[in-house]
């Protein structure tokens, strides 16, 4: 029986981009097409099979424990995005200060979509979704250089909105324009969900 559902929904990438490999900055470049393979996105920093643990799994493995790599893709939608932007106060966020890699639009409540769904492209192209991902500092100082005294703003006002993080599952290549079909884990809801969260 299969394990994952497709839907009737679709994503439609609107904005792709790539994080130089070389440089520490969080800010992407624009590109019209992405390669990737089963390390992520060719040519970009975040790509890899391993990456050196962080803040976020703390409490699962000591800060650069070598872990495997769910977070090589940053996704956002345009939708979430604009709600950002009104809430610092701009109207508009360029997708390269927030380090994304893809931008999608017509996928409600983007950053809430089930961990473990799959983006299907039309080649067979399949991005697995880690989780949401949680907003930091570094978008706020790439917005920080474009508008002084907004960046600080981004973390707080990014809360339940940055998006999700992914990884290849199978290899193939993204194009702007190109609709991604939502597959979600055919499964309930974990019945003692609400006493871990209290």
Avoid at 44 to 70: D, F, W, Y
Avoid at 94 to 119: C, K, M, N
């Amino acid at each position: 029986m299969p394990a994952l559902k497709p839907t009737d929904f679709h994503a439609t990438i609107r904005w792709l981009g790539r994080v130089p490999e070389a440089g520490k900055g969080l800010r992407s470049e624009a590109v019209e097409r992405l390669e990737l393979g089963f390390e992520g996105p060719v040519g970009e920093r975040h790509s890899g099979l391993t990456r050196a643990s962080c803040s976020r799994v703390l409490k699962q493995h000591p800060r650069g424990t070598m872990i495997r790599n769910s977070r090589q893709i940053s996704m956002m939608s345009m939708e979430e995005i604009a709600a950002i932007a009104e809430r610092v106060g701009l109207a508009t966020l360029e997708p390269e200060w927030l380090g994304a890699t893809v931008v999608v639009e017509g996928l409600p409540d983007f950053s809430h979509i089930p961990p473990s769904s799959r983006l299907q492209g039309p080649d067979g192209v399949t991005l697995a979704v880690d989780m949401e991902n949680r907003p930091c500092v570094l978008p706020g100082r790439e917005i920080e250089q474009e508008h002084a005294g907004i960046g600080a703003r981004f973390k707080p006002a990014a809360a339940g909105r940055r998006g999700v993080v992914a990884w290849v599952e199978r290899p193939g290549a993204l194009h702007l324009g190109d609709a991604l079909r939502l597959h979600i884990p055919d499964q309930p809801v974990w019945a003692h969900i609400e006493a871990v969260l209290r």
